[in-house]
């Protein structure tokens, strides 16, 4: 979503399946889009979100016990602003790869968080926003654990980082990049995924080829 604070995006994940899960992601997603536009702190956001899955929890007859034991969802929050920069929020996601100069980084939580609706596990003061340098040229993939955990025939799991790296930046656009990207994990699992993936990818362009602040996107599910 493009706001007065940059590009706010999110990815996650809800633990179980059917109507329950749906409806989880519902509520999230919801706050999500709601806030996202006027709350300056992307922790707030954030937050937001999760009182909207505590909420659901909290109507009476809404979920068995089994569900609100399911209902977590591990989130992955990302703002680009102007600045050169990306600010992540990570509550239980796999992390952001970053491709730098040919080099693919995942940019890990200094002080890992639980998933929305595990907020008792939380301990310690609350936590702010992580900023890492995102730069003209850079690309930034956000996606979901069906992707790093896809298997091939032998057991061996899908190496994200090394995919990215083989692409390299080159002068594909997000779309041509993660439909190759798609191909790639496609092949290595003999055309079978035994889970849901998504992925979202951001570049960072200069001055001259678009706007200062923002960048060009492309999100892919299968």
């Known amino acids: 979503m493009q706001t007065r604070y940059g590009v706010r995006m999110i990815v996650g994940d809800v633990r179980g399946k059917g109507l329950n899960a749906m409806r989880a992601v519902a509520r999230a997603l919801g706050a999500f889009r709601v806030v996202a536009h006027y709350e300056d702190e992307l922790m707030e956001v954030m937050n937001h979100c999760a009182h909207a899955l505590r909420r659901e929890a909290a109507v009476p007859g809404a979920y068995d016990e089994e569900a609100l034991m399911e209902g977590f969802i591990t989130a992955l929050m990302a703002q680009v602003p102007d600045d050169t920069v990306v600010q992540l929020v990570n509550r239980g996601h796999p992390p952001p790869l970053l491709l730098h100069q040919g080099r693919v980084q995942a940019l890990m939580p200094s002080s890992p ?14 936590e702010k926003p992580e ?92």
């Open 113 to 126: 968080q639980p998933p929305l609706g595990l907020e008792d596990l939380i301990t310690g003061p609350p």
């Open 131 to 222: 900023s890492y340098p995102f730069v003209p040229g850079d690309r930034l993939l956000l996606y979901t654990d069906g992707v790093i955990e896809a298997r091939n025939r032998d057991g061996d799991f899908f190496d994200l980082r090394e995919a990215m790296e083989r692409m390299g930046a080159g002068t594909t656009t997000p779309a041509e990049f993660l439909h190759e990207l798609h191909k790639a994990l496609i092949r290595h699992t003999g055309g079978r995924l035994a889970d849901d993936v998504a992925m979202i990818l951001v570049d960072r362009l200069d001055d001259e080829a678009g706007e200062q602040g923002g960048g060009a996107a492309a999100a892919a599910r299968g």
